[in-house]
């Protein structure tokens, strides 16, 4: 295809392309929703016995199928849409992040995992109340619930707006968008309450093939057309936008090895090593050897469909380089273009817009049926019985945690009217994650790697790093409205090696001027330097932030280190000591030998026979009543 000196007459406006998504596609889209559905129908006709076998599958899930469910749960429609739209309108440099994962396997694997396999812990918070107290496990389960349903009501809602505003998917319906919303949390709803971790298991896997086939399918079709890989990377190339070593330190550039690599360091081991809706599938098998496969499986899938969706972003590219519907205002935002050129190269194909439309809404399905399933979890165990103290018998659990999951389902799609408030969905859900999980990770590491650590500098350091992010993120929400954050400097979104040159006439009938309206002159706004740090910092910073007050807190009156019991603390912690002298590396080693060298902990049941009751030299708070369903 001639991209050079031509008028690309075969591009036609979205309006044209919204009249090829025809009946086998919708068609095609039902049966994905009756299949996830039909799943969940199967395990409800199985029955769950207790709320052990609704919430982790009674231990005997198998390790593909939770490797598959790892995949699917995050790496959703922020990744298929988000990912595109960030490699067509910066460049490759995203990508980089795949350098991070392999890291935070390892240090799920040798690091947190051990810790949860050895306490079996019914939620991962609940490590939090054993280690330090209830303050610290309410704390935690309150910012981790806002924290899923902002991220599952961005996983909806993003996908639903840029496909219906370009596929032409249920077009003509006045609430278009919010009926697409409502039928994705229905679906979900349905199924989670009936089916259990089970059927999220399962329809993960189910979910994650759509994903996986539909945008290889995808992918291969358009590099064909622009004439195969090695035109892609020459396009690309030609326009400098094959981008992997951005080493510039400056913190305020939006995407640098240095802040993609460690901030998604950061990030993805806050979701993999703390978030419930990922611990609670490495609970759901036998052996902790099968979890630890299944992460390094995990890697394997995550790195390759990242890379998947970045080169979809060059093929995007490569196509429109030379009349970018951006420019052209054929899209209103960048997470529309991928749609777009689905419908472009791939409308005349039957079926294949419905199977994209079926991959998208697939990754939000898995990813609000693992959520809702990890919210009814947490609320249940962390808010109804812990902190409220009601009493719930054993046959009532699993009716009380299918009530939770329809509730936290019905609270997140109310959250969904509020989200077209926010940015992109990539950096909207980075940074969401960095904000809240970012104090989350400092105080699972502070308890798992700081003996000495107590709970006043738990609770302080998280309160104090929530504060100070906030402070950052929406600083910099607010900086860009009153036109004060330079992005042109640090954030330089839309590519200026694009043009509209051979865009046909009939894109370009719309007025591609805006008008702009200059907030900065009337609004009495302090910008700061903080709020240029780049979204990828945000992890990072509130991790060390909050890891760094609990230890100075922690020393006014610190937890005695002998007296805690050994399974608290990370085995093998003392390693990342590995640089220091050979002396002071002994004397560190031996402190963490010592620890439970007097631990006043009697009568620990086995760790098959549930968590342990203590007499109270860990935590005097957490002492579980003998008459309890704890």
């Given amino acids: 295809m001639d991209f050079n000196s031509t008028i690309r007459d075969e591009l036609l406006t979205k309006e044209e392309l919204r009249e090829k998504f025809g009946i086998l596609n919708y068609v095609i889209f039902v049966a994905m929703l009756l299949i996830s559905a039909g799943i969940g129908v199967f395990f409800w006709w199985k029955g769950q016995k207790n709320t052990e076998e609704f919430l982790l599958a009674s231990r005997s899930m198998g390790t593909i199928p939770m490797t598959m469910s790892l995949v699917a749960s995050f790496m959703s429609a922020i990744t298929l849409l988000g990912v595109p739209a960030e490699v067509y309108t910066a460049g490759t440099q995203y990508i980089a992040v795949i350098l991070s994962y392999p890291f935070v396997m390892a240090a799920v ?3 947190y ?7 079996r812990v019914s939620t991962s918070y609940e490590y939090l109340e054993i280690r330090f107290n209830k303050a ?3 704390l935690t389960s309150l910012l981790f619930c806002i924290q899923m349903m902002l991220y599952m009501a961005i996983v909806v809602y993003a996908p639903a707006l840029a496909l219906i505003q370009v596929t032409g998917f249920l077009s003509g319906v006045k ?4 009926l697409a919303c409502a039928i994705i949390f229905i679906v979900c709803i349905f199924y989670t ?3 259990g971790i089970k059927a999220v298991i399962w329809t993960d896997t189910f979910q994650a093939l759509i994903m996986f086939g539909s945008f290889l399918a995808i992918i291969l079709v358009g590099s064909n057309a622009v004439g195969g890989a090695a035109v892609v990377f020459d396009i690309n190339y030609q326009a400098k936008r094959v981008e992997l070593f951005n080493f510039d330190p400056d913190v305020r550039q939006r995407h640098t090895v240095w802040g993609l690599c460690i901030g998604s360091f950061f990030l993805w081991l806050s979701i993999y090593g703390t978030n419930q809706a990922q611990v609670q599938r490495y609970l759901t098998v036998k052996k902790k050897s099968q979890a630890v ?20 972003g060059m093929v995007v590219y490569a196509y429109y380089h030379d009349c970018d519907p951006i420019k052209s205002k054929q899209v209103r935002t960048k997470d529309q273009i991928f749609p777009l ?42 808010c109804l019985q812990l902190g409220c103290g009601i009493k719930i018998s054993e046959e009532k659990k699993t009716l009380a945690t299918k009530l939770l999951a329809l509730v936290f389902g019905i609270l997140s799609f109310g959250i969904v009217f509020m989200v077209k408030y926010l940015p992109g969905v990539l950096q909207a859900a980075i940074g969401i994650f960095g904000m809240v999980g970012g104090p989350i990770l400092g105080a699972f590491s502070l308890g798992m790697f700081v003996p000495f650590a107590n709970s006043i500098g738990a609770f302080t350091g998280m309160i104090i790093s929530l504060a100070f992010t906030f402070w950052m993120g929406f600083g910099q929400i607010i900086s860009k409205q009153t036109r004060n954050y330079e992005s042109a400097k640090f954030s330089p979104v839309i590519p200026v090696s694009t043009s509209v040159i051979n865009c046909p006439t009939h894109w370009l009938f719309n007025d591609t001027s805006s008008v702009q309206i200059d907030l900065s002159s009337s609004s009495n706004f302090l910008d700061l330097g903080l709020y240029d740090v780049s979204y990828m910092w945000y992890g990072p910073i509130s991790t060390i932030i909050c890891l760094l007050i609990g230890i100075l807190f922690s020393l006014i009156r610190p937890q005695d280190h002998k007296q805690l019991d050994a399974r608290l603390i990370s085995p093998g912690c003392y390693t990342f000591f590995f640089w220091l002298p050979k002396k002071m590396k002994k004397k560190i080693q031996n402190y963490y030998n010592e620890v439970g060298s007097e631990d006043a902990t009697d009568n620990i049941e086995h760790k098959n026979g549930g968590l342990f009751h203590k007499s109270g030299a860990i935590n005097v708070a957490y002492i579980p009543n003998e008459n309890t369903d704890m």
Avoid: K
């Fill in 341 to 382: 050129f689905v419908m472009q190269i791939m409308g005349d194909y039957p079926g294949i817009p419905g199977l994209f439309v079926a991959g998208v809404f697939s990754g939000a399905l898995s990813t609000v049926s693992s959520g809702l399933n990890a919210l009814a979890g947490v609320c249940l165990t962390d």
């Fill in 293 to 312: 496969t299944a992460l390094w499986l995990n890697a394997i899938g995550i790195g390759a469909l990242t890379s998947l969706c970045g080169y979809a």
């Fill in 109 to 111: 694997a040798h690091f």
């Fill in 175 to 178: 609430y278009d968008v919010e």
């Fill in 113 to 119: 995992l051990p810790v949860y396999d050895e306490l």
């Fill in 136 to 138: 610290v496990r309410m």
């Fill in 193 to 195: 309450c009936i089916g």
